[in-house]
């Protein structure tokens, strides 16, 4: 009896694990296949299948990473400490020489004002004070484009004063096959104050979302008016707003256009 049980403090000596502990080890599968609530290893190759979610608080360092779904990066994401570029938010500047007053109500034509001798000149669509007056101009989005809403921030100048203007901006989408004659969808109106000195550049706050009338998609062209609302309230500068040019702001959802 004794050797027996000499034999079997032998078979024990230097294992400190729990049953509890070596059960996480019994996966009934083979290695490199994750299981709930068991112990992971990795297979031959290093390779470890069928992970669901995994939290790292530090960095993740990798020679190469193949991604096959979607993913999903709340923080920013770098190359070198430079930013990526992602999908999301874009700029396209129109200037107002890619502008034509409509042929009803229409701005002034295409202006060139000199400030001085051998420094910038001004090219600009002048917007009377005393009626509602407007341009329009196109734009064919990029494939990337989520077919959504946009927003405008209009560039401008006006006379020596300290009074505002107010302009909308309004679209509608048109494809192949589809009609030209078409309304325009709900214009938003921003309105900007001048600070008081002509020759200015006066850049006024992002407009609310836009709603591109018919039916945005790939392939089609956007129509857009822009006009001076005269009879706004904040419309009150007793002069031609001059038009520089916009921003319109969109936003992508692709991570390229093929």
């Known amino acids: 009896m004794a050797g027996y049980i000499g034999k079997k403090a032998a078979l024990t000596v230097g294992i400190a694990a729990t049953v509890d502990e070596l059960n996480y080890n019994d996966t009934g599968s083979a290695v490199g296949t994750v299981v709930a609530s068991k112990t992971v290893t990795a297979d031959a190759n290093k390779d470890v299948a069928s992970f669901r979610n995994v939290t790292l608080t530090g960095e993740l360092d990798a020679a190469t990473l193949d991604i096959s779904g979607a993913g999903d990066v709340a923080g920013a994401l770098t190359n070198n400490s430079v930013a990526v570029k992602v999908a999301g938010k874009e700029t396209i500047w129109i200037a107002a020489s890619a502008m034509q007053p409509t042929t009803s109500n229409g701005c002034s034509s295409l202006t060139t004002v000199e400030t001085t001798s051998g420094r910038p000149d001004m090219v600009v669509l002048d917007f009377d004070k005393d009626s509602d007056e407007f341009a329009q101009f196109t734009v064919a989005f990029p494939k990337s ?78 129509y857009f008016r822009i006009g001076r609302d005269v009879s706004d309230s904040g419309d009150d500068m007793a002069g031609d707003c001059r038009l520089h040019g916009i921003k319109l702001f969109f936003t992508t959802d692709a991570k390229n256009d093929s």
């Open 145 to 222: 484009w989520n077919e959504g809403t946009v927003t405008y921030q209009f560039f401008w100048s006006g006379i020596a004063a300290t009074t505002g203007v107010s302009l909308t901006l309004q679209g509608v989408a048109t494809g192949d096959n589809d009609t030209i004659d078409v309304a325009y969808g709900t214009s938003v109106l921003v309105n900007d104050d001048a600070q008081g000195a002509v020759e200015e550049m006066l850049v006024s706050a992002e407009s609310g979302a836009i709603t591109i009338a018919g039916s945005p998609a790939v392939d089609q062209v956007c």
